[in-house]
């Protein structure tokens, strides 16, 4: 089982700049493939960003590309979400996830463990 707790949401102004922390613990973080996902009142829960098991490949969706970047550190059990130029669509809760195959396709039902998300709300 693994455990996944994120940190680093909160109030920020349009074109502002915030960056999340997810902490992973339970088993080997260098065999899990990372992701974040985001939900926004009223709909589903979308793909952001994902990282491989070494953080050498990564993806985006299309809205956050060249604003947000994802990060991984396997050496402190931590994935991180470096997201700039805010705007307010991407209020949402933000969610950190794991995929124990290290293919990193956008959708949610291929990660097996999720945290329980911390929300990013941007005033405009």
């Known amino acids: 089982q693994v455990q996944l707790v994120e940190s680093g949401g909160g109030l920020v102004q349009a074109g502002g700049s915030l960056r999340l922390s997810c902490a992973a613990s339970g088993r080997a973080f260098n065999s899990l493939a990372m992701g974040w996902f985001r939900q926004a009142p009223g709909k589903e829960r979308e793909f952001v960003a994902a990282a491989s098991r070494g953080g050498g490949a990564t993806r985006y969706a299309d809205s956050v590309k060249g604003r947000f970047i994802i990060s991984r550190d396997n050496a402190k059990n931590s994935v991180y979400l470096q997201m700039t130029s805010l705007k307010p669509e991407d209020t949402a809760v933000y969610y950190c996830?794991?995929?124990?195959?290290?293919?990193?396709?956008?959708?949610?039902?291929?990660?097996?463990?999720w945290g329980q998300g911390t929300q990013v709300t941007v005033s405009s």
């Open positions: 996830a794991a995929a124990e195959l290290n293919f990193l396709v956008p959708t949610s039902k291929t990660y097996d463990y």
